[in-house]
């Protein structure tokens, strides 16, 4: 009657096999004894027995009724973006989560019982991690932040944001945990963004120089008309100086509306 399904599974479970080895245990110990018919004698026991793995593989399979740490600790680590690897003190994968699969291509099976060394491959990365591990019961430093390669099953290797942490208890370390961010796509932003700002300062440069060659221009354009006004002035100057020569009125006249049209431009 539980509105959770795992509630009702469990009690399910534990309800068929209690029946199974009830009903098998009343026919061997009551009724085949009733009709003469006798059985080994610890039959009855061993039908009793499918009740209890009943039960053990109600709790195991769908967790303890009652919500603990360790199930919401399982449930939080499976639905986390980032890759998560459980080392014990050792340095052997015990367990992970996801993502791993997901990012990496290893199922558990691929990495159980092996150690870390066999995902990361870069010798400046596995120096990084060694000397973290080195510490004696991380009382040194119990958490490392680190840039890693983690090689996958398709023989690549992914950039990590990696943080390595040991896990303890009273009496020590008891285990190591690897949480790493890919960075794949942080790192194709960064460089299209390096690419944009590279484009920026290069317009920027030929802007500068078109601003410099425009003024470049100006100021030569300037210098023409200068000179040609120069020129222009001089030819005035020459008509006005050739005019004072001249007797006929209408050769005057003719060299001063010259000297105005030159004037004029």
Request: aromatic share 6%.
């Amino acid at each position: 009657k539980s509105t959770v399904l795992r509630e009702r599974k469990q009690a399910s479970i534990m309800v068929i096999t209690g029946l199974v080895a009830f009903i098998l245990g009343s026919l061997t110990n009551t009724f085949l004894q009733l009709m003469n018919i006798h059985v080994i004698p610890s039959l009855a026991q061993i039908f009793g027995i499918i009740f209890f793995i009943g039960i053990a593989y109600a709790i195991i399979e769908y967790n303890l009724l009652k919500l603990t740490t360790a199930v919401a600790a399982r449930e939080i680590t499976n639905k986390i973006t980032d890759l998560i690897i459980l080392l014990d003190p050792d340095g052997k994968i015990i367990e992970i989560n996801p993502q791993v699969e997901a990012l990496l291509g290893f199922s558990i099976s691929d990495l159980e019982g092996k150690t870390w060394t066999y995902l990361i491959k870069n010798p400046e990365d596995i120096s990084q991690i060694q000397n973290f591990l080195n510490q004696v019961n991380g009382k040194e430093d119990t958490n490392k932040k680190m840039e890693i390669n983690i090689h996958t099953k398709d023989n690549d290797n992914i950039p990590f944001d990696s943080s390595l942490s040991f896990i303890q208890d009273k009496y020590g370390v008891i285990g190591v945990v690897l949480i790493g961010r890919d960075l794949r796509q942080t790192k194709k932003l960064q460089y299209e963004i390096k690419e944009k700002v590279k484009a920026q300062q290069s317009a920027e440069i030929q802007e500068e120089k078109i601003k410099k060659s425009l003024q470049e221009r100006d100021i030569l354009l300037k210098e023409i008309h200068h000179r040609v006004k120069n020129n222009m002035q001089i030819i005035s100057s020459l008509l006005n100086l050739q005019s004072e020569y001249l007797k006929d009125k209408t050769a005057i006249t003719a060299l001063k509306e010259c000297q105005g049209r030159i004037m004029s431009m």
